[in-house]
Nanobody, 121 residues
Framework: QVQLVESGGGLVQPGGSLRLSCAAS????????MAWYRQAPGKQRESVAA???????NYADSVKGRFTISRDNAKNTVYLQMNGLKPEDTAVYYC???????????????WGQGTQVTVSS
């Protein structure tokens, strides 16, 4: 059974910082990409940032220069450092991982349960 467990959300004032973490556990053979998505009330889920196993990154235009995604492959953990937070960053943030459970198996897509980030004064 694979689990993605997020932590680090909370309430922060505009201009503040938060660091999200997401640890993948279970019988995992390998992890390809890991990513963060977010969903604000009344809006569709959107991609925030992604990182491959080799360290290549991709960011949404709205967070470039403010957010940094990183990962620790040894710990199967991905991080999202969020600086210069704005009220429009308020959302539930979800961790996503594309991984393989066994040799010859197909890549599978897993999601975490989400963590709330609220930016407000």
């Amino acid at each position: 059974q694979v689990q993605l467990v997020e932590s680090g959300g909370g309430l922060v004032q505009p201009g503040g910082s938060l660091r999200l973490s997401c640890a993948a556990s279970g019988s995992i053979l390998s992890i390809y990409a890991m990513a963060w998505y977010r969903q604000a009330p009344g809006k569709q889920r959107e991609s925030v940032a992604a990182i491959t196993s080799g360290g290549s990154t991709n960011y949404a235009d709205s967070v470039k220069g403010r957010f940094t995604i990183s990962r620790d492959n040894a710990k199967n953990t991905v991080y999202l450092q969020m600086n210069g937070l704005k009220p429009e960053d308020t959302a539930v943030y979800y961790c996503n991982a594309v991984l393989r459970l066994q040799v010859g198996g197909s890549p599978l897509n897993y999601w975490g349960q989400g963590t709330q980030v609220t930016v407000s004064s």
